[in-house]
């Protein structure tokens, strides 16, 4: 539930800047109006799907971890890692800061 929440809070947010960028160019209540439409329009279905996809792939992740460590040890690795694919995305997307380039370079300590 935890990833499907930040997920679906990622993606809503990165439509929402995108779409900010176009408010200059038409009236402010004919954009507000165009822009609560285009997101309903898009999360809709979006979010109809999106927690089918994300326990999907949590399932497939769930039981590569267990094969691979175990059941509890594969589970918590497996929800391990999907923070940090999100905590990378959310990093980029608040502060333009690439965590992968942070990790690899042992620079992690400046930005905790």
């Given at each position: ?10 993606l809503?947010?990165a439509?929402?800047s995108?779409?900010v960028?176009?408010?200059n160019h038409v009236?402010?209540l ?19 799907r999106?927690?089918l ?6 399932t ?17 690795l497996a929800f391990a ?14 502060y333009?800061?690439?965590?992968w ?10 930005y905790?």
């Amino acid at each position: 539930m935890s990833i499907t929440i930040l997920t679906a809070n990622l993606l809503t947010t990165a439509l929402g800047s995108y779409l900010v960028t176009y408010r200059n160019h038409v009236k402010p209540l004919t954009f507000t109006f165009l822009g609560m439409a285009v997101t309903v329009l898009i999360f809709y279905p979006l979010f109809a799907r999106l927690e089918l996809w994300v326990k999907g792939l949590s399932t497939k992740i769930v039981k590569k971890g267990k094969s691979l460590a175990g059941k509890y040890l594969g589970l918590f690795l497996a929800f391990a890692g999907a923070m940090v694919v999100l905590a990378h995305f959310y990093a980029k997307m608040w502060y333009h800061v690439n965590l992968w380039g942070v990790l690899v370079q042992g620079e992690i300590g400046k930005y905790l």
